[in-house]
């Protein structure tokens, strides 16, 4: 198996790469065509709205990014190069394939162009930047109105347009299940839920075998139930070759005021899987990229289920992709997860500002704050009771002790996974709401052990835990699939942590950290 490769660079963009991929000022002119482009991409977002944006689900990509893109293609030998640009804005990815092939950076002999762009104020602006590279170039441009998914599909049913390049920035939209784009989709075998995954999915099935896609992304496909048959076809159909992510999730796009985390990656059609090459940067300069070669069982581990595709961003191992104290799931442990039951806008009628006889607590994530609970508490928008009744029986829960872990964080919060201990001594109330915005942890909707709560927050709590997380979910939602799928100690470590908690005044990350650390080496015998 090879081992992890690591190259660090403070240089600009493109000195990581081999010399064949930079572009040499040998033509300053396309570099200035490629450049205009990026003039052309601000002025054309700044007249356009973000209603508009919204509608389409497109954000044009910056010079810095496309340039990168064109940069992750493999020196070719082909004579001819047919490139397909599914999405294509202004033309900037197009540009930036056709500006390094002019400066040298391929050896084709002639260039075809597939660009699809169902906006016509885009497309005047694409016709007439890509136009300016047939003087340098023998190069045939096709700009087509049409929507993609549905030539795509057609093309894929009669067997036609196969490519040996793509380059793209699909729209990110949501599809409505009942939709005739999904209804496309599902005539050739591909089921998914956003225009991203499809764009990317239908690009796939157009290649030629040794052909190669390069495509900027969200993060999300790489885990999650929806994403699962996306990830399938990928790793049935493609090889993972690079994977390059953004640690800044509003640097890639900063002119759109996009918050996404996003990946480029680099998909080769019909090859064998390699080793996968992983890269960093904080943002779309590229000066402080970081590169590591892993072996692909680092990337998706051997037998899950859910094919879940992980990006470490060092070299170093998490010390639970090996530990076999670490290897318990929630039904081992005789435990479940479930998302908060309280939709509040749906019982609305029922919630209550402060308790009152016949009224049981609602717990949002706001009353928890490590392991305090501040309940009731003064002064915030949301309702801190609910009232108990024939209509909201079904979703509250018996008064117990569970542990809770909130939906959602921000990146830039310390942790992403953030547990806390429900502690039934503090209400008075048989029953108790737990609104949609926690993950509750349980046994058959009742609660669990003080001991097995407190262990299982301080686990939860725990570094080692942020980074197994961190390593596989690219969004800030922790949805209780997430957690389902972690692993987890042994019932009985779990349990014997939670005496230590309770003593604990003050569960600082140090104090947790150190304690996981002593009881992986007592158990694992280090």
Known sequence: MPSDKTQKSGLPFGSEFPPSQVEPAVFPEMVQLLERFDTVRKEVGQQTSQK?????????????????????????TLQTARLLDAGAGIGSLS??????????????????????????????????????????????????????????????????????????????????????????????????????????????????????????????????????????????????????????????????????????????????????????????????????????????????????????????????????????????????????????????????????????PLLYPRHFSGQSIDWPKQGIKKPNAIRRNQETEKWLYPNGCYVVVRRFSSKEEKRRIVASVVNPEIFSTPMLGFENHLNIFHSRKRGISENLARGLSVFLNSTLVDEQFRRFSGHTQVNATDLRLLKYPSRDALTHLGPWAKKQRDLTQQKIDEKIKKLICQNTKI
């Open 95 to 360: 540009g930036a394939f056709l500006a390094r092939a002019a400066s040298g950076g391929f050896r084709f002999q002639h260039i075809q162009i597939v660009a699809y762009e169902i906006d016509a104020s885009l497309r005047k602006h694409l016709s007439r930047t890509l136009t300016g590279y047939q003087s340098g170039l023998d190069v045939d441009i096709s700009v087509l109105p049409s929507d993609f998914i549905e030539e795509a599909v057609r093309c894929i049913l009669e067997g036609t347009q196969r490519f040996t390049h793509a380059i793209l920035n699909p729209p990110y939209k949501k599809i409505n299940s009942a939709s005739r784009h999904r209804l496309l989709l599902r005539s050739v075998g591909i089921e998914t839920v956003n225009l991203y995954s499809a764009f990317v999915a239908l690009t796939i099935e157009l290649m030629q075998p040794g052909s190669q896609v390069v495509a900027i992304i969200p993060r999300s496909f790489c885990n999650g139930p929806y994403y699962r048959p996306f990830r399938e076809l990928i790793l049935a159909k493609t090889a993972i070759k690079h994977i390059h992510l953004f640690a800044a999730r509003n640097r890639a796009f900063k002119d759109d005021d996009v918050l996404q985390e996003n990946i480029i990656i680099l998909l080769e059609r019909a090859t064998p899987q390699g080793s996968v090459t992983i890269s960093t940067s904080t943002d779309d300069s590229f000066t402080d990229s970081e590169i590591h070669i892993h072996p692909f069982d680092r990337i998706v581990f051997p037998n899950d289920p859910e094919h879940f595709i992980h990006i470490p961003t060092s070299p170093e191992r998490n010390q639970n992709e090996f530990l076999s104290t670490i290897q318990y799931s929630l039904t081992d442990l005789g435990l479940e997860v479930s998302t908060g039951p309280v939709v509040d806008f749906r019982l609305k009628p029922h919630l209550r500002q402060m308790p009152k006889p016949g009224t049981v």
């Open 52 to 76: 508009r944006k919204a509608e389409l689900g497109q954000f044009m990509t910056p010079l810095t990014v496309a340039r990168f893109m064109a940069s992750l293609f493999s020196p070719s």
